[in-house]
């Protein structure tokens, strides 16, 4: 039986001796433990206890307990099993598999009779409805005992989990960690579920002048709650120590549960699902029904819930980045995804976030409160940015595959918070997705830097006699280079791939804009052979770029073939219209640039100049926002322009 080599392994444990004596009890020992019949399905099946809690189910396990005759049996035998592991793990000598298998088998039959101890935390009480009819079989003192040396064992669990964090994971064993207060937790949670589900269903003596089925089931699981919570009280508290604070970890999970259950049936199910049943709609008289709850209470209700729900959304996403953070530090790099950097954040948060949007949806009336909770994604988001940025500026090894997966994320969460309608008030929208902007620039900036510095040196030949009269190639050779660099990129999502070559395409051409800007007056002869080279520039550009897939940015290519033909014109009339339509088309060319523009065609009178300028000025479009193109010459600066038009005294 179970117990019985429980019994055995605590015993023969204690002996002590060389390490031949050591290894031949061991050997012992493995011999004369039983064979275990797949302890995990044992466990499995006793999960399925919750909802199905037999009586031949309590009876078994009465006759398991019946056969525990030493009150710290649990505690000792577990610290047994960390000896054996110790020894097992911290010598030099090569231990056979069957020995590891064997000692993995006995943890896990450990497990299982400290998990058999805490769900019969409610036989100990009497009162309980649910106790089994043979408890007087066990004694509550009995069962005190026992879940007494259970929590023990517990926490020697995880002092010993602890006692493996620092170690290589070669040498730990692979059922470390245990996470038994854990796995505590969660049981202790499905009870409180599966014991509230039962009392809601069964007969109960003082709800009979309730006025709805609803209001005697809550009657019911507020009777419940009483019973549990004295129980805890007055003997299961004993059995703990004061740190784990089981009292407030029963409360929180028998109080705040059901609460969501509460508000479902009265909010949703309740109006919805039984009144609007179709063989009930417009049968019953809803109005003289009365409120299944006063509404101060209803509203105090949904206070507790969005409480709870909001401090469960808050730990989780500041526990899923504080993991994240610490993956990058220890200098991991993100997990390939079909080739590609990934990391599932995005996925996880997103994930939390939209089941809780989706429970509140049912549970709360007025849905504007939703916003409590995508508030909390706000400021994830927030964190999520600045956590990025302090760790690019640090010299990991790993940053640029972590950048990587972390601009899928950008996109994931992007494309998440643009599709939310209705949870996400405007502007909380609009902050959103100016974070994740800002988290984006970071990104490429990170992966472009190196691009951008080559872009500067590169573009420095132009408008020189090599790159005029065609003898330096001066695009082609950045663009050879730059494609040599991108096979860098090979392990970024494509799309996101494609993104950061559209914006690198725009970078590149505000670069040639810029230089261009910066040059001094030219001749005529200049002028058009500049204007011819910029073509050839445009299209080359253009051309690579559309390989790479960036369609979405090949207008680049048009707006800088009509800054060339604004050079090669020399009649003023054909120049001012040039440069009408070049404004009219990219409304954030300011009245610098156009000067900026106009200044690279010497010799044209300031008269002529004026007149263009004012040109552009009238035949401006009224509504800007009718204009689809983007924003391009906002980004070039000028300013260095304004003084000397003031000097030439050019503007009127």
Same mark, same amino acid.
């Given at each position: 039986?179970?117990?019985?080599?429980?019994?055995?392994?605590?015993?023969?444990?204690?002996?002590?001796?060389?390490?031949?004596?050591?290894?031949?009890?061991?050997?012992?020992?493995?011999?004369?433990?039983?064979?275990?019949?797949?302890?995990?399905?044992?466990?499995?099946?006793?999960?399925?206890?919750?909802?199905?809690?037999?009586?031949?189910?309590?009876?078994?396990?009465?006759?398991?307990?019946?056969?525990?005759?030493?009150?710290?049996?649990?505690?000792?035998?577990?610290?047994?099993?960390?000896?054996?592991?110790?020894?097992?793990?911290?010598?030099?000598?090569?231990?056979?598999?069957?020995?590891?298998?064997?000692?993995?088998?006995?943890?896990?039959?450990?497990?299982?009779?400290?998990?058999?101890?805490?769900?019969?935390?409610?036989?100990?009480?009497?009162?309980?409805?649910?106790?089994?009819?043979?408890?007087?079989?066990?004694?509550?003192?009995?069962?005190?005992?026992?879940?007494?040396?259970?929590?023990?064992?517990?926490?020697?669990?995880?002092?010993?989990?602890?006692?493996?964090?620092?170690?290589?994971?070669?040498?730990?064993?692979?059922?470390?960690?245990?996470?038994?207060?854990?796995?505590?937790?969660?049981?202790?949670?499905?009870?409180?579920?599966?014991?509230?589900?039962?009392?809601?269903?069964?007969?109960?003596s003082g709800t009979e002048g309730l006025s709805s089925p609803?209001?005697?089931?809550?009657?019911?699981?507020?009777?419940?709650?009483?019973?549990?919570?004295?129980?805890?009280v007055r003997t299961v508290q004993d059995c703990y120590p004061?740190?784990?604070?089981?009292?407030?970890?029963?409360?929180?999970?028998?109080?705040?549960?059901?609460?969501?259950?509460?508000?479902?049936?009265?909010?949703?199910?309740?109006?919805?699902?039984?009144?609007?049943?179709?063989?009930?709609?417009?049968?019953? *008289?809803?109005?003289?029904?009365?409120?299944?709850?006063?509404?101060?209470?209803?509203?105090?209700?949904?206070?507790?819930?969005?409480?709870?729900?909001?401090?469960?959304?808050?730990?989780?996403?500041?526990?899923?980045?504080?993991?994240?953070?610490?993956?990058?530090?220890?200098?991991?790099?993100?997990?390939?995804?079909?080739?590609?950097?990934?990391?599932?954040?995005?996925?996880?948060?997103?994930?939390?976030?939209?089941?809780?949007?989706?429970?509140?949806?049912?549970?709360?009336?007025?849905?504007?409160?939703?916003?409590?909770?995508?508030?909390?994604?706000?400021?994830?988001?927030?964190?999520?940015?600045?956590?990025?940025?302090?760790?690019?500026?640090?010299?990991?090894?790993?940053?640029?595959?972590?950048?990587?997966?972390?601009?899928?994320?950008?996109?994931?969460?992007?494309?998440?918070?643009?599709?939310?309608?209705?949870?996400?008030?405007?502007?909380?929208?609009?902050?959103?997705?100016?974070?994740?902007?800002?988290?984006?620039?970071?990104?490429?900036?990170?992966?472009?830097?190196?691009?951008?510095?080559?872009?500067?040196?590169?573009?420095?030949?132009?408008?020189?006699?090599?790159?005029?009269?065609?003898?330096?190639?001066?695009?082609?050779?950045?663009?050879?280079?730059?494609?040599?660099?991108?096979?860098?990129?090979?392990?970024?999502?494509?799309?996101?791939?494609?993104?950061?070559?559209?914006?690198?395409?725009?970078?590149?051409?505000?670069?040639?804009?810029?230089?261009?800007?910066?040059?001094?007056?030219?001749?005529?002869?200049?002028?058009?052979?500049?204007?011819?080279?910029?073509?050839?520039?445009?299209? *080359?550009?253009?051309?690579?770029?559309?390989?790479?897939?960036?369609?979405?940015?090949?207008?680049?290519?048009?707006?800088?073939?009509?800054?060339?033909?604004?050079?090669?014109?020399?009649?003023?009339?054909?120049?001012?219209?040039?440069?009408?339509?070049?404004?009219?088309?990219?409304?954030?060319?300011?009245?610098?640039?156009?000067?900026?523009?106009?200044?690279?065609?010497?010799?044209?009178?300031?008269?002529?100049?004026?007149?263009?300028?004012?040109?552009?000025?009238?035949?401006?479009?009224?509504?800007?926002?009718?204009?689809?193109?983007?924003?391009?010459?906002?980004?070039?600066?000028?300013?260095?322009?304004?003084?000397?038009?003031?000097?030439?005294?050019?503007?009127?």
């Open positions: 039986m179970k117990m019985m080599w429980l019994q055995s392994v605590s015993s023969r444990s204690r002996q002590s001796g060389s390490a031949g004596d050591v290894e031949e009890n061991r050997d012992k020992e493995r011999r004369r433990l039983p064979k275990l019949k797949n302890p995990a399905k044992i466990w499995k099946n006793r999960k399925q206890q919750y909802r199905t809690d037999t009586a031949e189910d309590e009876l078994n396990f009465e006759e398991a307990l019946q056969q525990q005759q030493v009150e710290e049996q649990l505690e000792d035998v577990s610290r047994r099993l960390i000896i054996r592991e110790e020894q097992l793990f911290s010598q030099d000598s090569h231990s056979e598999e069957e020995e590891k298998d064997q000692l993995q088998r006995d943890f896990e039959v450990l497990r299982l009779q400290m998990w058999m101890a805490v769900h019969n935390t409610f036989t100990t009480s009497s009162s309980s409805p649910s106790s089994s009819p043979s408890s007087s079989c066990t004694s509550p003192s009995e069962h005190l005992k026992v879940l007494r040396s259970a929590v023990a064992s517990i926490q020697q669990q995880e002092v010993q989990d602890r006692r493996w964090t620092d170690c290589a994971k070669d040498r730990v064993p692979v059922w470390r960690p245990q996470k038994c207060l854990s796995t505590h937790n969660t049981l202790l949670q499905k009870m409180v579920e599966s014991r509230l589900m039962k009392a809601a269903e069964e007969d109960c609803l209001k005697k089931e809550v009657c019911r699981m507020g009777k419940r709650v009483k019973e549990d919570l004295l129980t805890v004061p740190q784990m604070d089981i009292l407030n970890l029963y409360s929180v999970q028998v109080c705040l549960m059901p609460v969501a259950g509460y508000l479902f049936w009265i909010n949703h199910y309740y109006p919805h699902e039984v009144l609007k049943h179709e063989e009930l709609e417009g049968k019953i *008289k809803t109005a003289c029904l009365g409120s299944l709850l006063l509404q101060d209470q209803l509203t105090r209700l949904e206070d507790q819930y969005l409480n709870h729900k909001e401090d469960k959304v808050k730990l989780w996403l500041n526990t899923a980045l504080r993991k994240e953070e610490e993956s990058w530090l220890s200098g991991h790099t993100p997990e390939l995804i079909d080739q590609y950097c990934f990391s599932p954040l995005a996925i996880d948060v997103i994930q939390v976030i939209n089941s809780s949007l989706t429970e509140l949806s049912c549970v709360v009336r007025d849905q504007r409160k939703a916003q409590r909770i995508t508030a909390h994604l706000e400021s994830f988001l927030s964190s999520y940015r600045k956590c990025v940025e302090e760790f690019v500026k640090g010299a990991h090894g790993n940053v640029r595959s972590v950048v990587k997966a972390h601009l899928v994320c950008e996109q994931q969460f992007r494309d998440y918070i643009t599709g939310q309608t209705g949870s996400l008030s405007e502007e909380q929208r609009r902050r959103c997705l100016d974070t994740l902007s800002a988290l984006k620039d970071c990104g490429y900036r990170c992966i472009t830097c190196p691009i951008h510095t080559q872009m500067k040196a590169s573009f420095s030949p132009l408008w020189t006699p090599v790159w005029l009269d065609g003898s330096l190639p001066v695009v082609d050779l950045l663009l050879d280079s730059l494609s040599q660099q991108l096979t860098d990129l090979t392990d970024l999502k494509p799309a996101c791939r494609k993104s950061l070559l559209c914006v690198l395409h725009q970078d590149l051409v505000l670069q040639y804009v810029k230089r261009m800007m910066k040059t001094r007056t030219k001749s005529r002869e200049q002028q058009v052979g500049g204007a011819q080279r910029m073509t050839e520039d445009a299209q *080359k550009i253009n051309d690579f770029f559309k390989q790479e897939g960036c369609s979405e940015s090949l207008w680049l290519s048009e707006m800088l073939c009509s800054v060339a033909e604004v050079l090669r014109l020399q009649d003023p009339g054909s120049v001012q219209l040039e440069v009408v339509s070049l404004a009219r088309t990219f409304p954030d060319l300011s009245d610098a640039h156009v000067s900026a523009l106009l200044s690279l065609k010497g010799g044209l009178p300031a008269a002529d100049i004026r007149s263009i300028r004012r040109s552009v000025e009238e035949n401006r479009l009224l509504d800007v926002s009718t204009n689809q193109s983007p924003p391009f010459f906002s980004k070039v600066k000028v300013k260095w322009l304004n003084n000397k038009i003031n000097q030439m005294a050019l503007k009127t």
